[in-house]
């Protein structure tokens, strides 16, 4: 199983910016980011595979880019214009044939 660690999460005002960084243990076809709000399910943010592949959720399009660097086996979530809805606990995911997850980081979106 892959091992995942995150990093970047935090507390921004809306409108705001951070990024995101996850680092896995090997290599990995699709790496990718889904978010946990209170209350909520998880839901999918964004995945890209190794070849560069990429998906978005319809409610960030536009202001969050996903990217790897393959060399790094590490996945990058640059987030911008953030609102007080992308407010979660974000979780990396592996998978290859099966799935790993991220600890989780927060963030905040909040004046």
């Known amino acids: 199983q892959v091992q995942l660690v995150e990093s970047g999460g935090g507390l921004v005002q809306p409108g705001g910016s951070l990024r995101l960084s996850c680092a896995a243990s090997?290599?990995?076809?699709?790496l990718g980011w889904y978010r946990q709000a209170p209350g909520k399910e998880r839901e999918l943010v964004a995945t890209i595979t190794n070849g560069g592949s990429t998906n978005y959720a319809d409610s960030v399009k536009g202001r969050f880019t996903i990217s790897r660097d393959n060399a790094k086996n590490t996945v990058y979530l640059q987030m911008n214009s953030l609102k007080p809805e992308d407010t979660a606990v974000y979780y990396c995911?592996?998978?290859?044939?099966?799935?790993?997850w991220g600890q989780g980081t927060q963030v905040t979106v909040s004046s």
């Open positions: 090997g290599s990995v076809f699709r």
């Open positions: 995911n592996a998978f290859n044939t099966r799935h790993s």
